[in-house]
């Protein structure tokens, strides 16, 4: 493909966008040099097994949208290709790792504090002679 020439008989309007997309796809290659540079076992070792699973989920997510951009290109309707399927399956477990990623950051409960708070925050009616105690005290205008 060295050999070709570069064909510019687009539209102007669209240049922008396809020097965006040019810069994009420059940053994904970035990314993946990094990524590759590093060995998987390596970089799963630093982690905990919730960032793990992360790792895993953005990693696959990546790869499965990135063949999404490819059948697209293709002129093959993503839509009708079982990369749909797995990409909707991946958001499911990346909602389930948000959701216990949630569940951690969640306070706990102080059962006993939490008790004693309502029990405190609760009005009791002052008994009959209380009140009458109480009044006597203050005069009235």
Known sequence: MAG?????DYPVEIHEY???????IGAVDEMLKTMMSVSRNELLQKLDPLE????????AYTLNSMFWVY???QGVNP?????KQELERIRVYMNRV???TDKKKAGKLDRGAASRFV???????????????????????
């Open 18 to 24: 396809l020097s965006t997309f040019e810069n994009s």
């Open 119 to 141: 029990k405190n925050a609760l009005w009791e009616p002052r008994p009959k002679n209380a009140s009458k105690v109480a009044n006597k005290g203050k005069s009235k205008n």
């Open 79 to 83: 839509k009708e290709h079982p990369v």
């Open 98 to 100: 948000k959701e216990i």
């Open 52 to 59: 793990q699973a992360k790792v895993d989920l953005v990693s």
């Open 71 to 73: 059948l697209a290109t």
């Open 4 to 8: 070709e020439e570069i064909n510019e």
